[in-house]
């Protein structure tokens, strides 16, 4: 069920709940009793509020009364929803996953925990594929712990996005990040404009120290550095961290030196990797690592042959774009880690063009 849908049924309860105390017509059109309209409160919101307007004494409904009401359930069943493409959902499609994976769809601190996560807290000696990366941050309650990352920056509009294995956590705890307890609004704001245009700036100007939580930076992060550099050199210009380019990982739990990463990589990519890259806009995905690299190839396996020693995929058709996929080793990899040094001057100066092309064409739509 969309976005649009979900509010439609909040304002269609709130709605048939006044309605019900204000006036006599959900009365009369349920001859008094109570447990119908409860039940439509409940279940069936906009069509139940439907019904008692178009009930008639004397003849109940007729015509294109039904009409009425047929297109109503079709509402609250979810088959009616925005038209595609629209900003809206664009948007509250975005923030519907960075929901699903956070699983906050209820006010109860209880259900705002991602239920693998919950089960973990549980018990520990539960069969989780997860157990490892969630215990390696050391929380004592689920309140504490630190949320996954969706992803970091506008990956709705970055026309490059950078793919890594699971993000490393600040053990100090001086980062300024999101805990279960933050609210579903401040969750949002962090991941969407992490790099800028924020309730705060996450992330300095440069993209590569983020804020400390008694207000200072901290110290640079190696694989932000890291990033910025890869996408100038693809870019052949200047950037802007979160807008030219966004982050995001196989495995959205935060763990130090990938602990955790081999056990819970299979269920995450499964439930999440194709789903990010299908949402993003990014018309170059850069794979960082092995693992990453793993779960690429798993996950396309249609347009990449996992024993492939091709480094550059494309243009290959994934949702709604004609995209590249490269791979390249993770920036904490002893060996040369440029897009030169990886594909070949030839390929870059494709991959080049094809951006190019890409971000003149989005400016001109």
């Given at each position: 069920?969309?976005?649009?849908?979900?509010?439609?049924?909040?304002?269609?309860?709130?709605?048939?709940?006044?309605?019900?105390?204000?006036?006599?017509?959900?009365?009369?059109?349920?001859?008094?009793?109570?447990?119908?309209?409860?039940?439509?409160?409940?279940?069936?919101?906009?069509?139940?509020?439907?019904?008692?307007?178009?009930?008639?004494?004397?003849?109940?409904?007729?015509?294109?009364?039904?009409?009425?009401?047929?297109?109503?359930?079709?509402?609250?069943?979810?088959?009616?929803?925005?038209?595609?493409?629209?900003?809206?959902?664009?948007?509250?499609?975005?923030?519907?996953?960075?929901?699903?994976?956070?699983?906050?769809?209820?006010?109860?601190?209880?259900?705002?925990?991602?239920?693998?996560?919950?089960?973990?807290?549980?018990?520990?000696?539960?069969?989780?594929?997860?157990?490892?990366?969630?215990?390696?941050?050391?929380?004592?309650?689920?309140?504490?712990?630190?949320?996954?990352?969706?992803?970091?920056?506008?990956?709705?509009?970055?026309?490059?996005?950078?793919?890594?294995?699971?993000?490393?956590?600040?053990?100090?705890?001086?980062?300024?990040?999101?805990?279960?307890?933050?609210?579903?609004?401040?969750?949002?704001?962090?991941?969407?404009?992490?790099?800028?245009?924020?309730?705060?700036?996450?992330?300095?100007?440069?993209?590569?120290?983020?804020?400390?939580?008694?207000?200072?930076?901290?110290?640079?992060?190696?694989?932000?550095?890291?990033?910025?550099?890869?996408?100038?050199?693809?870019?052949?210009?200047?950037?802007?961290?979160?807008?030219?380019?966004?982050?995001?990982?196989v495995v959205h739990c935060k763990s130090r030196r990938e602990m955790g990463v081999?056990?819970?990589?299979?269920?995450?990519?499964?439930?999440?990797?194709?789903?990010?890259?299908?949402?993003?806009?990014?018309?170059?995905?850069?794979?960082?690592?092995?693992?990453?690299?793993?779960?690429?190839?798993?996950?396309?396996?249609?347009?990449?042959?996992?024993?492939?020693?091709?480094?550059?995929?494309?243009?290959?058709?994934?949702?709604?774009?004609?995209?590249?996929?490269?791979?390249?080793?993770?920036?904490?990899?002893?060996?040369?880690?440029?897009?030169?040094?990886?594909?070949?001057?030839?390929?870059?100066?494709?991959?080049?063009?094809?951006?190019?092309?890409?971000?003149?064409e989005q400016l001109n739509s």
């Amino acid at each position: 069920m969309s976005t649009f849908n979900i509010i439609i049924q909040g304002f269609a309860r709130l709605a048939l709940l006044l309605v019900w105390v204000l006036t006599p017509v959900v009365n009369r059109a349920f001859h008094g009793g109570w447990l119908l309209p409860l039940l439509g409160i409940i279940f069936l919101p906009f069509t139940t509020l439907i019904y008692v307007l178009v009930y008639a004494p004397g003849s109940g409904v007729t015509g294109w009364g039904w009409v009425w009401v047929v297109l109503a359930l079709l509402l609250d069943l979810g088959y009616i929803v925005p038209p595609p493409g629209t900003q809206y959902e664009q948007e509250a499609e975005e923030l519907i996953f960075l929901l699903k994976l956070s699983e906050q769809g209820s006010n109860s601190q209880k259900n705002k925990v991602s239920p693998i996560v919950q089960q973990w807290f549980t018990n520990h000696n539960s069969t989780n594929p997860c157990a490892m990366v969630i215990s390696s941050q050391r929380a004592q309650s689920p309140e504490h712990f630190q949320v996954p990352e969706p992803w970091s920056g506008d990956v709705e509009h970055a026309p490059i996005l950078f793919l890594s294995s699971n993000p490393t956590i600040d053990e100090s705890g001086r980062e300024e990040y999101p805990r279960w307890a933050w609210s579903e609004e401040w969750i949002a704001d962090f991941f969407f404009h992490r790099f800028g245009g924020g309730r705060k700036q996450w992330i300095d100007e440069d993209g590569i120290r983020s804020l400390q939580r008694d207000g200072s930076w901290g110290k640079a992060v190696r694989f932000w550095t890291e990033v910025r550099s890869r996408a100038r050199e693809l870019l052949e210009r200047d950037v802007r961290p979160g807008v030219d380019y966004a982050l995001t990982e196989v495995v959205h739990c935060k763990s130090r030196r990938e602990m955790g990463v081999p056990e819970a990589l299979p269920e995450c990519a499964r439930r999440y990797l194709q789903r990010v890259v299908k949402l993003s806009g990014a018309r170059v995905l850069v794979t960082l690592g092995k693992r990453a690299k793993v779960a690429v190839q798993q996950g396309f396996s249609r347009s990449i042959p996992p024993a492939s020693e091709e480094v550059v995929f494309g243009p290959i058709p994934i949702g709604e774009h004609q995209r590249y996929i490269v791979f390249l080793p993770h920036p904490n990899a002893h060996m040369k880690r440029t897009f030169e040094a990886s594909v070949g001057r030839e390929k870059l100066q494709i991959l080049r063009a094809f951006l190019r092309s890409q971000i003149s064409e989005q400016l001109n739509s």
